[in-house]
């Protein structure tokens, strides 16, 4: 029999999966700025970070100019990302897949096997003092998009950080058996 595994039981290394539509904005704006806080704030917290589109428009294209630009201001080097689209592996192997928006959402509860559904959620649940609850697409708007998109998502990672930091305390998954 195989255990079931909810979004509250977690297993360390945690992998969270970012997902955008196109994975050159908002998630591996996301995968930079969460990993960024973890590393500073949470260095013994054992991660793995990542970001995915459900569009495969822009894969293995570097984000774009404008997000790099942005992140750049705020100290977060996206150079080194390439875009890739989500693979059904993706599925088996994310604890936590987040998604920016309710269309990405969508996307990916259809094409997630039943198991993984509980594992997919809207990034902004942890951000709840943000006045919107998804990250609104920049592609096409002006130079605030992009500022909006930095806002909200360190809202969010910084939230996320606080939810697994006392998941990992209370967590006795990889424990030692008791004496
Ligand atoms: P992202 O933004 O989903 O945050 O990466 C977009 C990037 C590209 C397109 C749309 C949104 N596009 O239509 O090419």
């Known amino acids: 029999m195989v255990a079931s595994r909810s979004a509250t039981t977690y297993d360390f290394p945690m992998k969270i999966l970012f997902v955008c539509l196109g994975n050159i904005c908002r998630s591996p704006t996301a995968e930079v700025v969460f990993r960024e806080i973890a590393a500073r704030d949470a260095p013994d917290l054992a991660l793995e970070i990542e970001s995915a589109g459900t569009a495969a428009y822009h894969v293995g294209a570097p984000p774009d100019t404008r997000t790099r630009q942005a992140a750049l201001r705020r100290g977060y080097d996206m150079s080194a990302l390439r875009a890739r689209v989500v693979e059904p592996q993706d599925f ?88």
């Not at 959620?121 to 697409?137: N, S």
């Open 92 to 179: 088996r192997r994310f604890d936590l897949i987040l998604a920016m928006d309710r269309q990405n959402l969508n996307a990916l509860q259809q094409r997630a096997p039943a198991t993984a559904r509980d594992r997919i959620r809207l990034f902004l649940e942890f951000a709840p003092d943000a006045d919107v609850t998804e990250v609104p697409d920049p592609y096409y708007g002006g130079p605030n998009g992009f500022e909006e998109v930095l806002d909200l998502v360190e809202a969010a990672a910084r939230g996320l950080l606080q939810h697994l930091r006392s998941e990992s305390r209370r967590s006795t998954w990889n424990s030692p058996p008791a004496p």
